[in-house]
């Protein structure tokens, strides 16, 4: 048995801002920011930024303060070559993640920030079209290693 009964206008109001609520909120968590995606490798999923221009590969991780633990930065390039990276103006270690067609093929772990004076080039040693930094650490703690497959969501 259906009942209808006829709502005070406050209940109507308090409903209405409610579901108004819920869908802003919906909108927010479901749509993704711009120029962020995700990367899964072994059943991590890393939320990842991507920087696909010469702008924001030579900014990267530069002058931040940190970076999230489930995040990284992923490097895209739209030809395979071996590649060169420093630690230039970083203010926390990194693990990067040398990858060649989805395959990972190269891991530098743990490597020291350095400042604007930067002496250490870290190299791909082949070549490769992405590369994906993460926080130190991050690799060992989640059992990444060479070999694994890189899936791109998003």
């Known amino acids: 048995m259906l009942i209808l009964m006829k ?9 209405v801002i409610i579901m108004a609520v819920l869908a802003v909120f919906f909108i927010i968590y479901k749509k993704p920011a711009a120029g962020k995606r ?3 490798i072994n059943g991590n999923e890393i939320e990842i930024e991507v920087a696909d221009t ?20 992923l ?9 060169e990276f420093v630690m230039r103006e970083m203010e926390f270690n990194l693990d990067i993640i ?13 490597l020291p920030a350095e400042g604007e ?12 079209d992405m590369v994906l930094e993460l926080n130190a650490g991050y690799c060992d703690g ?3 290693k060479v070999g694994d497959i890189v899936e791109l969501e998003g």
Not at 7 to 15: F, S
Not at 98 to 110: A, E, L, T, Y
Not at 118 to 125: A, C, L, N, R
């Open 7 to 15: 709502p005070d206008g406050k209940k109507v109001i308090y409903a």
């Open 75 to 83: 490097f895209i390039f739209a030809d395979k070559e071996a590649r």
């Open 142 to 144: 989640h059992g990444i």
């Open 98 to 110: 040398w990858i060649s067609d989805g395959r990972i093929v190269k891991i530098d772990k743990d």
């Open 117 to 128: 004076k930067y002496e250490k080039i870290y190299s791909s040693g082949t070549k490769v």
């Open 54 to 73: 010469p702008a924001k590969r030579y900014l990267g991780l530069s002058n931040r303060d940190y970076l999230c633990s489930e995040c990284g930065m």
């Open 38 to 40: 995700s990367a899964l």
